[in-house]
């Protein structure tokens, strides 16, 4: 497949998962990509992945919550093969505790991470974008942004973020060419999921109208298909690869 040939992608939190299920749908359907991950064996494990099937890939090591990490992915892109037309802000981390529990510590990590990494990312990726008057943003969210989730407090706040900051955004910059929407998924067989406790995973599968968890590999093909031109009119919208755990 060749329908994403255009594209020159940044995918955050490559490195195992869902983002590297995207990094490899991507780079299948012909987009360069740049791989980034806080670990730098798990992005360049990435990229090794993607050379290997006949894709182009390259590794950017770095933390997502950092500006300087996030503009040298970037900056490598650029440099390599012009300014980003595909950016997938992915990065996530996740920890279980109840609210009442819940260390400042911890709050200030998941946002970091996965609200202010998005911010960050969005905001290093617009400008060229709306420079050119084409572009496409693809933010990760969860299903728990949208119905919040037990001992995921912070976890669900910060995806319920995104997918606020997803619709702004979509709504500055669509006239101008360039599109934003997000994927929520729901749980999805990946070891962020497998981290969580037996019996939350239990209850959470019970609830599952499908039955089951997602594999990375549904989340990868909603963003391919968002990131192509078969979704030229979908803007600020949340798709939900999510085993029916919210129908909408």
């Known amino acids: ?29 012909g987009a360069k990509v740049v791989v980034n991950d806080l670990l730098a064996e798990s992005a360049e494990a990435t ?3 993607i050379s290997k099937a006949g894709g182009t890939a390259i590794a950017s090591p770095g933390d997502v919550s950092n500006p300087q990490d996030v503009d040298q992915a970037y900056r490598l892109c ?22 009442a529990e819940l260390d400042l510590a911890d709050w200030d990590r998941m946002i970091a991470v996965h609200l202010r990494g998005c911010f960050i990312g969005c905001r290093r990726a617009i400008g060229p974008m709306l420079e050119a008057g084409d572009g496409v943003i693809v933010n990760i969210a969860s299903q728990l942004g949208q119905i919040g989730g037990i001992e995921l407090t912070h976890y669900s706040a910060a995806k319920a973020g995104i997918i606020g900051l997803t619709k702004s955004l979509a709504r500055e910059v669509s006239a101008q060419g360039v599109r934003v929407n997000a994927v929520a998924p729901g749980p999805i067989n990946t070891e962020l999921v497998r981290a969580l406790s037996k019996d939350w995973q239990a209850a959470k599968a019970a609830e599952l109208p ?15 298909f968002l990131a192509s031109d078969d979704a030229k009119i979908y803007v600020g919208q949340t798709l939900g690869p999510n085993s029916g755990d919210v129908m909408l």
Do not use: Y
């Open 1 to 29: 497949m060749s329908r994403l040939k255009h594209h020159r992608a940044v995918v955050t939190g490559a490195g195992a998962g869902i983002g590297r299920a995207i990094a490899q749908r991507l780079a299948e359907e």
């Open 47 to 49: 990229v090794a992945l």
């Open 78 to 99: 650029e440099d390599t093969w012009g300014h980003c037309t595909l950016a997938v802000n992915n990065a996530g981390i996740v920890h279980q505790a109840r609210l």
């Open 210 to 224: 499908l039955g089951r968890f997602g594999e990375p590999e549904d989340v990868a093909a909603t963003v391919a």
